[in-house]
T-cell receptor
């Protein structure tokens, strides 16, 4: 089954404790992206990647890191999480040349205390 | 001014009516425009995208784009209770996507 998976789906952590949210897709897609969704603000793009070893900042990259060492994986790293990073996070992927047809993962709900 | 604006709603329409959802954007460099539907607790799913001025129809859905007015709309004909969801407007500039806050639609049986 074609899908985008995220782990964990739910996470409660404390300020300053490094964490990684994994994203994996099995569709051989080149484009991958991370978003956060907050009430009243909609989805905001954090980082995106056009292909392996190619990443770029979205609109809200501060406090986040990403890497794209393999085509299928695009982990989101919070080196020192803060309470303002409490949010619902979505990973998405799409094929090259069809970037508009993004497939979204199920979401990861993060609470930073 | 936010780059993509939508009325947050809720927008309530009776079953069988036409629901009209509106979106404005500020960046004239935006290249393509999208409507996503998001059910509560679920991830967004693409309904339609449009690149050119005018209308684009897909089943009960019609997207309308007016670049001069920087305005995108989505019409849902014969609205069903299953259409009750939040509708997200998004624009693409370069490889970057910018979403609006979403409009909550409620279709009343």
């Amino acid at each position: 089954e074609a899908q985008v998976t995220q782990n964990p789906r739910y996470l409660i952590t404390v300020t300053g404790k490094k964490l990684t949210v994994t994203c994996s897709q099995n569709m051989n897609h080149e484009y991958m992206s991370w978003y956060r969704q907050d009430p009243g603000l909609g989805l905001r793009q954090i980082y995106y990647s056009m292909n392996v070893e190619v990443t770029d900042k979205g609109d809200v990259p501060e406090g986040y890191k990403v890497s794209r060492k393999e085509k299928r994986n695009f982990p989101l790293i919070l080196e020192s999480p803060s309470p303002n990073q409490t949010s619902l996070y979505f990973c998405a992927s799409s094929p090259y040349g069809r970037v508009e047809t993004q497939y979204f993962g199920p979401g990861t709900r993060l609470l930073v205390l | 001014q936010k780059e993509v604006e939508q009325n947050s709603g809720p927008l309530s329409v009776p079953e069988g009516a036409i629901a009209s959802l509106n979106c404005t954007y500020s960046d004239r460099g935006s290249q393509s425009f999208f409507w996503y539907r998001q059910y509560s607790g679920k991830s967004p799913e693409l309904i339609m995208f449009i690149y050119s001025n005018g209308d684009k129809e897909d089943g009960r859905f019609t997207a309308q784009l007016n670049k001069a007015s920087q305005y995108v709309s989505l019409l849902i004909r014969d609205s069903q209770p299953s259409d009750s969801a939040t509708y997200l407007c998004a624009v693409k500039r370069g490889q970057n996507f910018v979403f609006g806050p979403g409009t909550r639609l409620s279709v009343l049986p």
